[in-house]
């Protein structure tokens, strides 16, 4: 374990501790810069998902993670965000305003599903998120003048001051400086006053009160930056699917999102990259399955959604905090070798009091 | 619109109601978990499927009769409750609620996915000895499946009131919800409550099973469509409260059945939703509220 010793005040506020994260952060950084010129073109493609994913990822964290409001239909915004853009485009909006504009009509809409989320927790929001998504699904698939419906939408080729940025790298570069951003923007976020009430409002929404947070503001923009983040993955999602179907944002959708903060670990930013590289190699680990498996097994339907669920189970049952989590666990037991405790995690249990009356 | 003819009207009515009563009855089976151990079962409607399956399986497939079916699948479910209740819930109790939320989430996708792999895709038949013409009174013709469906479902409704309100057990069950360490103090069985109460549970989802089969085709999807409407029920009614469950089932049961009619059945389903919206900005407490601001 290292301990730093803090001679200064501006230190509390450095972005990173010491050194050490100095340097595998920055290592991490210029192996990401230089990838795309090394790998061959799907690995470029898989990491550029696997960036998208991160972003959308962040937006349900700040609201799963930290804010602790359930969405169950985050694929609504990852849908009108995705919409948003290719038509916007479409229209001849400059390509980053179009991203922009994107992402503000998603958070705005979240407005409006927060503003109605006040007074909701749990089960209200959930199945209030969740008939939100059945709503934009199936306007979608309706309107037709402006989507195309159910025989798809082509998104337009991204070509911005002659720069064509539907090529792989360029795509690859683009999407790395956004995901830079959000990240960044998260962990400021998190660390600055309006993060600390988000994390207060999970916890306790009647301390937080008591306390002087203001529920009805930190819940709205909660929301509100939860769309925003994941209407801007959709923006970029529809550049990598090239057609737009109101099938690409069903409920699977939202599910592997909710899956993702789930099995990276709620309530860390670590666990989001984690939850992101695990439902990115998921598929390609199913299809390998596929091979395995003996075939009355491997062909039937729904092998994809059973793998789903099992993993949401699992995690939920045996590590609730997720990779990240066991990260910190393995992490542990070797910097407290050999002092280490396993009752150090051992979860707190906590006995329901109702809120009815009767 | 059109004019909507007299018959047409009392047969949509009647049609809503009973779709309302289903929608009802699998959110009785949620809510009655809900009030006993406060965690909220998301995968209610994929338990009625298992339901729907399994009584499709004992009469077609191993030729019972449509009575020993109706006993047999209410058994077997409940015991597939207690299953249930062992091996996932019960390591969960005392974790947060989201987080039973979210495993009831999960549960639904496994349990919807198994289903698929032992019965198949395609969408099977259940007929019952009251599966017989409809019942005609001058222009209205009105089925005996959905009958028997309000039928049901209002004497089961009533059977739980008396049971949660007056017997032993059923109070026990209020004072578990209310404080799980209090009644553990005062000498519940906390934990027995909490399994009797799931194999409960699943047991009405047996019987809205039961009642589902005959009106609609079965495939394993078909849990999860009601059960979500189910969800809405219970959130206009007002979550926690049997009576509200019930009212909620009807309200959303007949305002589908309209707004299906009057836009050619595209956006019935779409106005429960919006139905649920509404209700949340307007009134969010529920028609009957039971929430009150939790006192610290």
Avoid at chain 1, 211 to 233: P, R
Avoid at chain 1, 245 to 271: A, R
Avoid at chain 2, 7 to 25: K, R
Avoid at chain 2, 267 to 291: K, N, W
Wanted: with cysteine; glycine share 10%; proline share 4%.
């Amino acid at each position: 374990m290292r301990f730093v010793l803090k001679t200064k005040y501006t230190q509390d506020i450095n972005l990173f501790l010491h050194n050490g994260q100095r340097f595998w952060y920055g290592l991490l950084m210029a192996a990401l810069i230089l990838a795309p010129f090394f790998l061959e073109s799907f690995y470029v493609g898989e990491l550029t998902y696997l960036f998208i994913w991160v972003i959308a990822g962040a937006g349900l964290m700040l609201l799963i993670g930290y804010t602790g409001l359930v969405s169950m239909g985050h694929a609504a915004f990852m849908a009108i965000g995705a919409y948003a853009h290719a038509v916007l485009f479409k229209l001849g909006v400059p390509f980053f305003p179009s991203l922009l504009m994107a992402a503000l009509i998603s958070g705005f809409l979240g407005a409006i599903i927060g503003v109605a989320a006040l007074r909701m927790t749990g089960i209200y929001l959930a199945v209030a998120t969740i008939s939100f998504a059945f709503i934009i699904e199936k306007v979608i698939s309706a309107w037709r003048p402006v989507t195309g419906g159910h025989r798809g939408f082509i998104v337009p080729e991204p070509v911005m001051f002659g720069v064509d940025f539907g090529s792989d790298i360029v795509f690859y570069f683009l999407c790395l400086v956004i995901v830079t951003a959000v990240m960044l923007l998260v962990i400021n976020l998190l660390r600055s006053p309006i993060g600390r009430a988000m994390v207060a409002v999970r916890d306790s929404e009647i301390s937080a009160q008591a306390m002087g947070v203001n529920l009805v503001q930190t819940k709205t923009l909660a929301f509100t930056l939860s769309a925003a983040f994941t209407g801007l993955a959709g923006a970029l999602y529809s550049h990598k699917i090239g057609m737009l179907f109101p099938e690409n944002f069903t409920i699977l959708l939202s599910i592997k999102l909710l899956m993702l903060v789930v099995v990276g670990g709620l309530g860390s930013v670590h666990g989001i990259v984690f939850g992101a590289m695990f439902i990115s190699i998921l598929p390609q680990v199913i299809a390998i399955l596929r091979d395995f498996l003996p075939t009355w097994l491997a062909q039937r339907r729904g092998l994809e959604p059973l793998v789903f669920g099992s993993i949401l189970l699992f995690f939920l049952m045996y590590e609730p905090l997720g990779l990240y989590g066991r990260w910190v666990k393995i992490r542990s037991y070797f910097t407290q070798f050999p002092l280490y405790r396993k009752a150090t995690f051992k979860r707190q249990k906590s006995y329901l009091r109702t809120e009815r009356v009767h | 619109m059109d004019f909507i003819s007299l018959g047409t009207f009392v047969q949509l009515l009647v049609t809503g109601i009973s779709h309302g009563c289903l929608y009802g009855l699998v959110a009785l089976g949620f809510v009655l978990i809900y009030k006993a151990t406060e965690m909220v079962n998301f995968a209610q409607g994929d338990i009625m499927m298992w339901g729907a399956f399994i009584a499709y399986m004992l009469a077609s497939k191993l030729g019972f009769s449509y009575l020993p079916v109706v006993v047999l699948t209410i058994f077997l479910m409940a015991l597939f409750g207690l299953v249930l209740e062992r091996t996932i819930i019960r390591p969960m109790i005392g974790e947060p609620p989201f987080a039973v939320l979210m495993l009831t989430i999960g549960l639904g996708f496994v349990l919807r996915a198994v289903a698929g792999m032992i019965w198949g895709h395609d969408e099977k038949e259940f007929d019952t000895p009251y599966s017989i013409d409809p019942l005609v009174l001058g222009q209205v013709s009105l089925d005996y499946e959905q009958l028997v469906v309000v039928g049901c479902t209002i004497l089961l409704c009533l059977g739980l009131y008396l049971f949660l309100r007056f017997t032993r057990f059923g109070v026990a069950m209020q004072a578990a919800s209310q404080n799980q360490l209090a009644a553990a103090y005062v000498g519940i069985p906390v934990r027995r409550v909490v399994t009797i109460t799931w194999c409960l549970s699943t047991a009405i989802a047996a019987v809205a099973a039961l009642l589902v089969a005959p009106l609609q085709l079965i495939y394993p999807g078909i849990g999860f469509v009601v059960g979500i409407k189910a969800f809405v029920a219970a959130i206009v009614g007002g979550f926690g409260s049997l009576a509200g469950a019930l009212i909620g089932g009807i309200c959303i049961g007949i305002v589908e059945q309209f707004v299906g009619y009057t836009f050619e059945g595209a956006y019935g389903e779409t106005s429960v939703y919006v139905l649920l919206l509404l209700m949340l900005f307007i009134r969010p407490q529920g028609l009957i509220a039971t929430l009150q601001r939790k006192k610290v």
